[in-house]
């Protein structure tokens, strides 16, 4: 079954703008990691941030994690065209097994 | 480089017929997995391996079946049996270490029954 949720499922911004998405998941884990999928591509890592972790930031992305409220937001700033493509939360749990959210598809226009 | 290699790229079967799907490691990862993604749905666990000759079921086995007899090779068999099989198929691979399970994605194969 699969753990996160994201949201919103799709987002469309201008170059220049800040993109936020959300993410939610059910049970503990050891931590959470964002992963984004060009079209027709593979899934590429692009930050993890474990559970006794409140931000973590990666150039120009930022992350938070609650785990109070089982949710992580994945912030892009300043988005450049390339930034266009699907965004998705995977949540490692005790097992070691990924479980990955439907995804946010983001759009940028130029 | 290292990498993971997956092939073919595009695979066209019709009813009935099983397919195998190529998945290549050189990453010397301990860890394989196989995901299903179909439009809308993320990501969902086909099998996963996390030592040569060894293998777990995850959450949509059905219909599918893998072996692991080298590290480096984790081979994904569609059998007639997977009344859906039209998706996109990803193979991955896993250190697990740090006490984090980070993945490295193949590019992908398109299976589409005709």
């Known amino acids: 079954s699969q753990q996160g949720e994201e949201d919103p499922q799709a987002l469309s911004i201008q170059e220049g703008e800040n993109a936020t998405m959300n993410c939610s998941y059910k049970t503990s884990i050891n931590n959470l990691q964002w992963y984004r999928q060009n079209s027709g591509r593979g899934l590429v890592h692009l930050i993890l941030?474990?559970?006794?972790?409140r931000e973590k930031h990666s150039g120009r992305l930022r992350v938070t994690l609650d785990t109070s409220k089982k949710s992580s937001s994945l912030l892009i700033t300043a988005s450049r065209a390339a930034d266009t493509a699907s965004y998705f939360c995977?949540?490692?749990?005790?097992?070691?097994?990924?479980?990955f959210g439907a995804g946010t598809t983001v759009t940028v226009r130029a | 480089d290292g990498g993971i290699t997956q092939s073919p790229k595009y695979l066209f079967r019709k009813e009935g017929q099983n397919v195998t799907l190529s998945c290549e490691q050189n990453l010397n990862h301990d860890a394989m997995y196989w995901y299903r993604q179909d439009p809308g749905q993320g990501l969902r666990l086909i099998y996963y391996s996390q030592i040569v000759n060894d293998f777990q079921k995850g959450d949509i086995a059905e219909g599918y079946s893998v072996s692991r007899e080298k590290k480096e090779s984790f081979p994904l068999t569609v059998t007639s049996a997977q009344k859906n099989p039209t998706a996109f198929y990803l193979c991955?691979?896993?250190?697990?270490?740090?006490?984090?399970?980070?993945?490295?994605f193949g590019a992908g194969s398109r299976l589409t029954v005709l």
């Open positions: 941030i474990r559970s006794n972790e």
């Open positions: 995977a949540s490692d749990m005790v097992d070691y097994k990924l479980s």
């Open positions: 991955a691979s896993s250190t697990q270490g740090s006490g984090a399970n980070v993945l490295t």
